[in-house]
């Protein structure tokens, strides 16, 4: 019986990698379903071999009573703050001054909820929201119905990866529409429904919410031994995480301006909503030369598109 549970735990964990990270399943959900309720079947009658990274956590466990509060190893910082093109400039003259010529590495910036995802010897074990950046809330039993949070990862990596959650545009009409049809107050926006899905007590309710993530940064990067922000997010999808596509590598300022202004026509196009683009110097010992201000580091800058009622399709 324990081969036919490591043979389901191993389809299963590909069929999930393959929907929900590559977009390209290679079997029906209802082959997936079929695997998924024999390991459910099998784990109810044989308690004792259900692990903790089960494919069968995706639907949520026993309602927590409270989160506890966990401290980050090291802090979540925000970014500082971008609005225009001349705080672009500045920026890019503090970088140049500060390590000579760079190449940026720009990505759009999810509206959703930074998370923190720590991994041991390849397994998740825990999830904590970003909270105030020194504490945060252990959430993972949410964290781990999030489909494209992989439970295993393809090298027995022990580190902190982060990202953001957030609620496809999809999604969160759905959610309102169910709220409508039970005359329960809508959700504001997607970010504010991700939120609330996050700091669901019952993860059976969080696994209905259908959260996505996006992975952007490993904690310790020393951890991976990659050279660049760039390097370090192809390796985060080589192991098993889903990171956002769009992202791109500019040889310089004015290649960053032109990103922006295709994104600040283009962004309502996409199926999730973004609130800016981050802008990080590429190359990992040219942003530890640079460190960090007090709140922010000085090798990253979010430019925020300007507020504007995002259609929400
Ligand atoms: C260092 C840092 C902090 C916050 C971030 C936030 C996002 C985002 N909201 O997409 C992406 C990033 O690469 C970030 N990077």
Redesign the pocket.
């Known amino acids: 019986m324990q081969q036919r549970v490591d043979e389901l735990h191993r389809l299963l964990h590909q069929y999930n990698y393959e929907y929900h990270v590559l977009d390209s399943p290679s079997v029906p959900d209802s082959e997936y379903d079929k695997l998924l309720h024999e390991l459910i079947a099998i784990e109810e009658e044989y308690p004792d071999l259900k692990t903790s990274d089960s494919p069968t956590v995706r639907v949520g466990g026993t309602p927590l009573s409270a989160f506890e509060k966990v401290r980050h190893d090291t802090p979540?910082?925000?970014?500082g703050n971008a609005f225009n093109e001349a705080d672009l400039r500045a920026f890019d003259k503090r970088v140049v001054e500060g390590v000579g010529q760079v190449d940026y590495m720009v990505?759009?910036?999810?509206?959703?909820l930074?998370v923190s995802l720590k991994y041991e010897d390849g397994r998740l074990v825990q999830g904590l929201t970003r909270g105030d950046g020194t504490t945060g809330e252990n959430i993972t039993e949410n964290i781990k119905t999030i489909y494209a949070v992989p439970l295993v990862i393809k090298e027995p990596l022990t580190f902190e990866v982060?990202?953001?959650a957030y609620m496809p545009r999809r999604s969160f009409i759905n959610l309102n529409k169910e709220k409508e049809k039970n005359g329960e107050p809508l959700a504001a926006n997607p970010r504010n429904a991700a939120a609330g899905s996050l700091r669901q007590l019952d993860s059976k309710l969080a696994a209905k919410r259908k959260l996505d993530i996006?992975l952007?940064?490993v904690n310790d990067l020393r951890e991976l031994d990659v050279p660049s922000q760039s390097a370090a997010l192809d390796k985060l999808d080589e192991i098993g995480f889903k990171t956002?596509h769009e992202r791109r590598r500019c040889q310089n300022m004015d290649e960053v301006l032109d990103y922006i202004k295709y994104w600040t026509e283009e962004r309502n196009n996409l199926s999730y909503d973004?609130?800016g683009i981050?802008i990080?110097v590429n190359d990992l010992s040219k942003q530890e030369e640079l460190g960090f201000t007090a709140r922010t580091?000085r090798w990253?800058i979010?430019y925020k598109f300007p507020a504007e009622e995002v259609i929400t399709k």
């Open positions: 979540m910082l925000s970014l990505e759009l910036k999810i509206d959703g930074a982060r990202g953001e996006f952007y940064s956002n973004i609130d981050v990080k580091p990253a979010a």
